[in-house]
T-cell receptor, first 114, second 116 residues
């Protein structure tokens, strides 16, 4: 089945710096890659997603890149702010009969210091 | 749009009792809902997939008789933890996808279950 690895597990940056989180997946048939932000005690919030027919997608300070050949995708956050501090999860679809089940990475705890 | 709610947000119960958690899609019809469990500082682990009007599909290692799932309508799925024990204490999160072919999962705020 699908396996998603995520690095780093923790990331500390200064406010205004950029942050990059990387994920790799194993199933070449995966075609949907969302990123979620989870604040303490809350459910994950979808922040951006990308599909396999696109190499890059950007939404203001957040961007995601996908390399299908290498089977990895990355989240880029520019001009980080303290409110960006949270745990970020990448995920990939595990193609299954009729349902799009997501397989999650292990998470990256991002700390943005003022 | 795409709001998912859960109730209760937290619950404390005694060992041996049953607890029901509700998951609702507020502004869309959810043909498929998912239930996850998350232990502290860990990732989300899928427990089961439920489709409206049919039996839930459980992931390997998840006891279907212990975690009862009902998806009786297009906006409501419930998870009942039967005969709860302290090891069932966790953060339970549901997600939902709209009808038609779509991959986007929208998550609820989660329910913190503590079993004494």
């Amino acid at each position: 089945g699908e396996n998603v690895e995520q690095h780093p597990s923790t990331l500390s940056v200064q406010e205004g710096d950029s942050a990059v989180i990387k994920c790799t997946y194993s199933d070449s048939a995966s075609n949907y890659f969302p990123w979620y932000k989870q604040e303490l005690g809350k459910g994950p919030q979808l922040i951006i997603d990308i599909r396999s027919n696109v190499g890059e997608k950007k939404d203001q300070r957040i961007a995601v890149t996908l390399n299908k050949t290498a089977k990895h995708f990355s989240l880029h956050i520019t001009e980080t702010q303290p409110e960006d501090s949270a745990v970020y999860f990448c995920a990939a679809t595990a193609v299954n009969t009729g349902f799009q089940k997501l397989v999650f990475g292990t998470g990256t705890r991002l700390l943005v210091s003022p | 749009g795409a709001v998912v709610s859960q109730h209760p947000s937290w619950v404390i119960c005694k060992s041996g009792t049953s607890v029901k958690i509700e998951c609702r899609s507020l502004d869309f019809q959810a043909t498929t809902m998912f239930w996850y469990r998350q232990f502290p500082k860990q990732s989300l682990m899928l427990m089961a997939t439920s489709n409206e009007g049919s039996k839930a599909t459980y992931e390997q290692g998840v006891e279907k008789d212990k975690f009862l799932i009902n998806h009786a309508s297009l906006t409501l799925s419930t998870l009942t933890v039967t005969s709860a024990h302290p090891e069932d204490s966790s953060f339970y999160i549901c997600s939902a996808i709209a009808g038609g072919y779509t991959d986007t999962q929208y998550f609820g705020p989660g329910t913190r279950l503590t079993v004494l």
